[in-house]
C-alpha cells in the first residue's frame, strides 16, 4: 500500500506566530511589505473583473484585506495551521480569488497548499500570491556560513532555503492552474551594518524559525566575525552593506473553457516558411 506523501517540517509555524505578534508590539517594520501590497494592489487593477469571494492566505497584518476590500465584496483573512495536515478548512470551488503577500515562503507543505487553493477556486477563479525566494539574504547567509566555518568548524541553518522562480513556476503547474505566470522583483537594501540588518529582521518577525536552526546562543565571537565578513565583501564605497530580498509573484487561473488555449500541433493556417518568402518580398 502507498503510503500518503507527508512533507518534510522545515519550520516552527507556532515560533513564527509569536515572533511576528513580539514584532507588532514592538513596532514591526513593514516597509517590504507595503511595497508588496501596493504592488499586488497595481496588479489586480490590471484584471478587469469584479471579484465577490475572496481569501487572503497568511499575509501579516490586515494591510492586504484593507487595501484590497473595495475590489473584493468579501475577503477574509486565514492563517496556515501549525499542524499543516489539517489542511486550509476551503470549500471546493467557494471562491473567486485567492491573495497572499509574504505568506507562503515558510510554509512546510508549499506544494499542498497550492493544491488546495486550486481546488477551493471556482471555474475562472483567481490566485496572486508573493512570496519571497531565490537570492533573499543570501549575503547573510554566506556570511554567517564563513564566520562559523572559520571559528566553530562547522556552520548551522541561520537562513531559510528559498525557492526559486523555476520552482514556483512548476508548482502552479503541478497544482493545475491554467496560464501561469511568474516573475521576480529583486529589491536590493541597505545598512549601515549587519546589525541594523538583524534588527530590522526581528521587526519583520522574521529571525530563525528553522525546526533544525541551533539551540545554543549564538557566541559573541561568531556574530562579530560574521558582521566583519559581511562587511568585506558586501559593501558599497560608502561603507553601507547591501542586503538582498527577491520578492516572487506568481499568478494562475482555476481552468474555465473560455480561456485562452495553445493550439494543437498542426492546426495553423499558415506555415512558419510561408510567413519568412513573404518577409523576403516586402
Known amino acids: 500500500m502507498n503510503q500518503p506523501h507527508t512533507a518534510p517540517i522545515l ?33 489586480l487593477q490590471a484584471v478587469l473583473r469584479q471579484f465577490s469571494d475572496g481569501v487572503d492566505i497568511a499575509t501579516p497584518g490586515s494591510g492586504l484585506t484593507e487595501t484590497l476590500k473595495s475590489r473584493v465584496a468579501s475577503l477574509n483573512h486565514i492563517d496556515v495551521p501549525d499542524d499543516e495536515s489539517k489542511g486550509l478548512g476551503l470549500a471546493p470551488a467557494s471562491l473567486d ?11 512546510n507543505d508549499l506544494p499542498g497548499v497550492m493544491a488546495q487553493l486550486r481546488r477551493a477556486l471556482k471555474p475562472d477563479g483567481f490566485l496572486i500570491a508573493a512570496l519571497l525566494g531565490g537570492d533573499t539574504l543570501t549575503e547573510l547567509r554566506q556570511s554567517f556560513a564563513a564566520a562559523e566555518a572559520e571559528l566553530e568548524g562547522g556552520i548551522s541553518p541561520r ?31 541597505r545598512y549601515g ?53 527577491d520578492i516572487i509573484w506568481l499568478s ?4 474555465h473553457e473560455s480561456q485562452q488555449k ?9 506555415s512558419l516558411a510561408d510567413a519568412v518568402r513573404g518577409l523576403g518580398k516586402s
Open 262 to 270: 495553445p493550439l494543437k500541433p498542426g492546426s495553423a493556417k499558415a
Open 252 to 255: 494562475g487561473w482555476a481552468p
Open 11 to 43: 519550520f516552527d509555524r507556532a515560533l513564527l506566530r509569536a515572533r511576528q505578534a513580539r514584532a507588532l508590539r514592538q513596532g514591526a517594520d513593514t516597509f517590504l511589505l507595503d511595497r508588496v501590497i501596493e504592488d499586488m494592489s497595481d496588479r
Open 159 to 189: 537562513v531559510a532555503p528559498m525557492a526559486d522562480l523555476r520552482d514556483v513556476g512548476a508548482l502552479l503547474q503541478r497544482a493545475g492552474f491554467a496560464l501561469p505566470v511568474t516573475d521576480v522583483d529583486n529589491v536590493m537594501v
Open 193 to 245: 551594518s549587519a546589525f541594523a540588518l538583524m534588527q530590522d529582521l526581528r521587526r519583520m518577525g522574521a529571525t530563525n524559525i528553522l525546526v533544525e536552526r541551533r539551540r545554543t546562543p549564538l557566541r559573541r565571537a561568531t556574530l562579530l566575525r560574521m558582521a566583519q565578513i559581511y562587511n568585506e565583501r558586501f559593501a558599497d564605497p560608502d561603507g553601507r552593506i547591501r542586503a538582498t530580498f
Open 97 to 107: 480569488l485567492a491573495v497572499s503577500a509574504l505568506g507562503l515562503h515558510l510554509v
